[in-house]
């Protein structure tokens, strides 16, 4: 079952909500927030205008990327689950958060699966060669 907006028939398609919507401006305004007071330390300290342009430019661009990253590494929870396997047509997704998905863990990836064609973890022994 995949959940909804308050209000969404089931044929609707998914509308993200306001706060969904404003996510990415609240990263780029507090990496703006971090950059202009590196620039007024910059500029208090030294005067100088090309120094501070410089430190605000580079405080700006790495504070984005370490928040882009940061959020790229939370889990998502069930609702975005299922809201990318919806988007995506794959079906629900897993009927618990921390099931594994179907496929998930049938070999080890890269083919690094032992030669005799079971891979690792297996409860079924592996028939000897003719």
Same mark, same amino acid.
């Given at each position: 079952?995949?959940?909804?907006?308050?209000?969404?028939?089931?044929?609707?398609?998914?509308?993200?909500?306001?706060?969904?919507?404003?996510?990415?401006?609240?990263?780029?305004?507090?990496?703006?927030?971090?950059?202009?007071?590196?620039?007024?330390?910059?500029?208090?300290?030294?005067?100088?205008?090309?120094?501070?342009?410089?430190?605000?430019?580079?405080?700006?661009?790495?504070?984005?990327?370490?928040?882009?990253?940061?959020?790229?590494?939370?889990?998502?929870?069930?609702?975005?689950?299922?809201?990318?396997?919806?988007?995506? $047509?794959? %079906?629900?997704? &897993? #009927?618990?958060?921390? *099931? !594994? @998905?179907? $496929?998930? %863990?049938?070999? &080890? #990836?890269?083919?690094? *699966? !032992? @030669?005799? $064609?079971?891979?690792?973890?297996?409860?079924?022994?592996?028939? !000897? @060669?003719?």
């Amino acid at each position: 079952m995949t959940q909804q907006n308050p209000g969404q028939s089931p044929r609707e398609p998914y509308q993200p909500s306001r706060r969904e919507l404003l996510r990415p401006a609240e990263y780029v305004g507090g990496a703006a927030i971090a950059a202009i007071f590196v620039g007024v330390v910059v500029l208090v300290a030294t005067r100088d205008w090309m120094l501070t342009l410089i430190g605000t430019g580079g405080v700006f661009i790495v504070v984005l990327m370490v928040l882009a990253l940061l959020q790229m590494a939370l889990k998502p929870d069930a609702f975005e689950q299922a809201e990318l396997a919806q988007s995506t $047509g794959h %079906g629900a997704g &897993p #009927a618990t958060p921390g *099931a !594994p @998905a179907p $496929g998930a %863990g049938d070999a &080890p #990836a890269g083919g690094d *699966a !032992p @030669a005799g $064609g079971s891979a690792s973890g297996d409860d079924e022994p592996t028939p !000897p @060669a003719n």
